[in-house]
């Protein structure tokens, strides 16, 4: 029994495959998904080869403690912006031995959402080590938590995918 989807397989096995040809670690940013970029990544055997490390940050004091993202950054643009998803994905790259970091930050539902902000709004940030990270935003809908999840961790591994192509 798998844990993931087929596609989200496929897609991890793919960004595992380009990152070990370019010999480049990963490092995942994580919130609304709970580590399971980190998980779909390391659910295909051999990934201790290209991904380091998974920061789970799900608290504003963890992002802030554990990716240095700036308290005040916290407080101005909250912790779903794509100012936070991108100091995440610094942090990530900060505080790793990987070269390509990803970073997600949303609300899956089914509460916690407002009319700025409501559920199925995710931030994204993709980065490589010395360059300015890319940030996407995706409205994904309120379908359902789990729904939110799984559409967040195949919108990550499309862009580590294409932060690997572009080195």
Do not use: W
């Not at 496929?10 to 998980?39: D, N, P, Q, Y």
Request: with cysteine; charged share 20%.
């Amino acid at each position: 029994m798998a844990l993931f989807p087929p596609d989200i397989l496929k897609s991890a096995e793919a960004v595992l495959a380009a990152a070990r040809a370019k010999k480049l670690k990963i490092a995942t940013a994580e919130s609304c998904t709970g580590g399971l970029i980190a998980g779909a990544l390391t659910e295909i055997a051999g990934s201790s080869d290209v991904f380091d490390r998974g920061f789970v940050t799900y608290s504003n004091e963890a992002k802030a403690m554990t990716l240095k993202v700036d308290a005040a950054l916290l407080r101005e643009h909250g912790s779903v912006s794509a100012e936070t998803a991108r100091a995440m994905v610094q942090g990530a790259l900060a505080y790793s031995g990987a070269q390509i970091a990803v970073a997600v930050t949303g609300i899956a539902g089914p509460g916690g959402g407002s009319a700025h902000k409501p559920v199925g709004l995710v931030h994204f940030a993709s980065a490589r080590k010395g360059a300015d990270p890319n940030s996407v935003e995706r409205r994904f809908g309120d379908l359902g938590r789990t729904q939110v999840r799984l559409d967040t961790v195949r919108q990550a591994l499309a862009l580590l995918a294409e932060e690997i192509e572009r080195v």
